[in-house]
C-alpha cells in the first residue's frame, strides 16, 4: 500500500502533468521517492504510479535516454504492466531506437494498443516506420475524439496514410476532429468573415501563412513562387508563425512583406493576421501540421477567404478553410467528394525547385556496374506495399542491386528489418544496400549511387522526385487514386515524362525494367536535366504562379458578388 508521502507526491505530480508543466511534475516525482535517479529493484507495487508518472514527465521533456535507462530499471514491472511497456515503446522511439520500439508495440494486447490513450502514441511508431496500414482500420476514431482529445491531432499528423489509402475515411475523421475542436474552443461554429471587397482595379491583398523554414517548406517552394507575383496586380504578405522560436526568415521587400508572429494563442495569431486587411490567406503548411496554433486559426476569421496550396496530404476537414488548390493530376475529376474545400485545380506543376543550399556534382554511373535501383524517401513512406514492389522489380532483373537510405536507418534494428523483409520476399540481402544519409549534401549525393529510383506506394514522394532529377535520376512511380499517390504524376505529366508514372503495379515493374535497360536515354537524362531545370523547363514558377493567380482573381471576384466562382 502507497504510504502518505507517495499519495501526496502522486497528486502533485498528476495535477502538474495535466496543466502540461512537465517539469514540475518531475519534481515532484522526485521528491516523493526520496532518492533520485531511482536505483534498479526500487519500485513496489505502491509507488508504480509515481514511477510512470515520472518516466512520461522525462518523455515529455523530451530526456528519452534518462526514461529508457529509468525503464529499464523498473523491471520487472516494466516487463508486466502494458502501460509500462507502451511508455517504453514511445521513449526507445524518442531516442531513435525505432525497431525496438516496434517490437514493443507488437507485444501489447489490442486493449492497450488501440486504445485512446496509447493508439495515437504507438500508430505514430509504426508511421514512422511505414507500418501503419494494417493497423488503422482497427482504430475507433470517435472514441479517442470522446475520451482523449488531445491525441486526436496527433492521430491525425500520423495518418497522412489514411489519406492516401481511404480519402472518405480520412474526410470523416478530420471533420468530426473539428467540430469537436471548435466545441472545446466554445464556438458552435467558425467565426463569420466579412465580405471581400470588390476590387473595383485595386491590387488583390493575399498572405501566405508558412511555419516551415525547410527545403520542403518556405525555402524551396514558397520563396520561388512569391518572386514569381504579379506585383501590379497582388500585394503580398508573408505570415511567418514562429512555433519553434525561430528567426524571421531572409526576404526581399520588394517579394512580399514580411510578418513573423511569435504568439501561441490561434485567436490572438488570427486578430493580427485580421490586422492586415487581407482579401485571401493563403495557408502553406498549417492544415496539414494539426498544430492547433495553426489549424485552430481558421476559426477566428483572419481573412475573407482563406483557402490551402503547397504541402497538402488531402482535405483538412477545416470549416474556416474555404478552398484547396492542387494540380489536374493530384484532383481527378470527381474527387469533390473527399475534400471539405472547393477544389480549384492548376494547370502547372504543383512543385518550384529552389534550394539554398550547395548541391553535390553529378557523377557518372560506371558502365560495367549492375543496375541499382534505390530509394531516399522517408522512412514512414517506406510501407511494405512499397518493399513489396521493389523486390518484384529486383526479381525481374536478377542482376539488379537496391539502396535504400534515410536518415531514420541509422538505427541498425530498422536496418536489419528492412533487410529480413527483403530476404522474406526471395531478395538476398547481398543485393541491398541499406543506410542512413547525413544532411541534405549527403541525402543529394546519395542519387549518384542510383541508376533508377522506384518511388513509394500508396503515399508517393514528390520533393524525392524533383532531387532526383537535379541530381539527373529518373523516378519511376505508380500512380494512385488520391492526392498523395499522384505527386510524381503532377511533377512529371507536363513535360512529357508520363511513362515514369503508370497506373497499374504490372506497369511499375515494366516502367521500371524498361527504364534501367534503356542506358541511352538515363546517360542523356543525367547528362542533360540539371540544366534544363536550372534553365526553367521543368519547374515553372512564373507559370504555376500565373495560373494560381488567375484562380485567385476568379475566388475575389466571386465572393465580392456574393456567388460561388467557377474554378477550373
Known amino acids: 500500500m502507497a504510504s502518505a508521502n507517495i499519495l501526496k507526491a502522486t497528486s502533485a505530480a498528476l495535477a502538474a502533468a495535466q496543466r502540461g508543466d512537465h517539469a514540475s511534475s518531475l519534481a515532484a516525482c522526485a521528491e516523493g521517492l526520496g532518492s533520485w535517479p531511482p536505483a534498479a529493484g526500487q519500485a513496489r507495487d505502491g509507488d508504480l504510479e509515481l514511477h510512470f508518472l515520472a518516466c512520461s514527465a522525462l518523455a515529455n521533456l523530451r530526456r528519452f535516454g534518462e526514461a529508457n535507462a529509468y ?54 511508431i509504426r508511421f514512422a516506420c511505414g507500418e501503419i496500414g494494417a493497423h488503422l482500420q482497427r482504430i475507433d476514431f470517435g472514441r479517442i475524439l470522446r475520451e482523449a482529445p488531445d491525441s486526436a ?48 482595379g485595386r491590387k488583390i491583398r493575399i498572405g501566405y501563412l508558412t511555419s516551415i523554414l525547410t527545403p520542403s517548406g518556405l525555402t524551396g517552394i514558397v520563396m520561388p513562387l512569391l518572386r514569381a507575383h504579379d506585383r501590379d496586380r497582388f500585394d ?32 490572438s495569431i488570427a486578430e493580427a493576421i485580421r490586422s492586415l486587411d487581407l482579401d485571401i490567406l493563403v495557408d502553406t503548411v498549417g492544415a496539414s501540421e494539426w498544430d492547433k496554433r495553426l489549424y485552430r486559426i481558421a476559426y477566428y476569421a483572419p481573412a475573407p477567404i482563406v483557402a490551402l496550396w503547397l504541402n497538402n496530404v488531402g482535405t483538412s476537414g477545416n470549416p474556416g478553410i474555404g478552398y484547396l488548390l492542387g494540380t489536374r493530376e493530384q484532383l481527378a475529376p470527381g474527387d469533390e467528394r473527399f475534400y471539405s474545400e472547393r477544389l480549384a485545380r492548376l494547370a502547372t506543376t504543383n512543385i518550384a525547385f529552389e534550394t539554398v543550399e550547395a548541391i553535390p556534382d553529378i557523377r557518372d554511373r560506371p558502365q560495367d556496374a549492375p543496375i541499382t535501383f534505390g530509394c531516399l524517401a522517408h522512412q514512414f513512406k517506406v510501407t511494405p506495399e512499397s518493399m513489396a514492389l521493389w523486390a518484384r522489380v529486383l526479381l525481374a532483373m536478377p ?24 530476404e522474406a520476399m526471395g531478395v538476398p540481402r547481398a543485393r541491398i544496400t541499406v543506410g542512413a544519409t547525413v544532411g541534405f549534401r549527403g541525402y543529394m549525393d546519395a542519387y549518384n549511387e542510383i541508376d533508377v529510383a522506384l518511388n513509394t506506394v500508396p503515399v508517393s514522394g514528390g520533393v524525392t522526385v524533383q532531387d532526383g532529377m537535379v541530381m539527373g535520376c529518373p523516378t519511376v512511380s505508380l500512380t494512385g487514386s488520391t492526392l498523395l499517390s499522384r505527386t510524381a504524376l503532377c511533377v512529371f505529366a507536363p513535360f512529357g515524362l508520363g511513362h515514369l508514372c503508370p497506373n497499374t503495379e504490372e506497369g511499375y515493374i515494366q516502367a521500371a525494367v524498361a527504364t534501367a535497360g534503356d542506358r541511352a536515354w538515363r546517360a542523356t537524362f543525367r547528362r542533360t536535366v540539371r540544366d534544363d531545370i536550372l534553365k526553367g523547363r521543368y519547374f515553372k514558377p512564373d507559370a504555376m504562379m500565373r495560373d494560381a493567380e488567375a484562380i485567385f482573381v476568379a475566388i475575389v471576384e466571386a465572393e465580392a458578388a456574393g456567388r460561388i466562382p467557377r474554378l477550373p
Open 71 to 124: 525503464l529499464d530499471n523498473l523491471r520487472p514491472y516494466a516487463d508486466a504492466y502494458g502501460d509500462f511497456v507502451a511508455l517504453r515503446a514511445a521513449c526507445r522511439h524518442g531516442e531513435g531506437r525505432h525497431a525496438e520500439a516496434l517490437d514493443l508495440a507488437d507485444k501489447l494486447p489490442g486493449e492497450y494498443a488501440y486504445s485512446p490513450m496509447w493508439a495515437p502514441t504507438l500508430l505514430n
Open 153 to 200: 491531432a496527433g492521430l491525425l499528423l500520423a495518418s497522412p496514410y489514411a489519406s492516401a489509402h481511404d480519402p472518405a475515411r480520412y474526410l470523416e475523421w478530420a471533420r468530426a476532429f473539428h467540430a469537436q475542436e471548435l466545441r472545446r474552443a466554445g464556438l458552435a461554429a467558425p467565426v463569420p468573415a466579412s465580405r471581400v471587397r470588390p476590387l473595383g
Open 236 to 267: 503580398a504578405h508573408l505570415i511567418h508563425v514562429a512555433l519553434r522560436g525561430e528567426g524571421p526568415p531572409a526576404l526581399d521587400p520588394a517579394v512580399a512583406t514580411l510578418h513573423t508572429l511569435r504568439i501561441a494563442d490561434p485567436r
Open 399 to 422: 542482376e539488379s542491386r537496391f539502396v535504400l537510405r534515410n536518415a531514420q536507418l541509422a538505427d541498425p534494428g530498422l536496418a536489419e528489418r528492412a533487410l529480413r523483409a527483403f
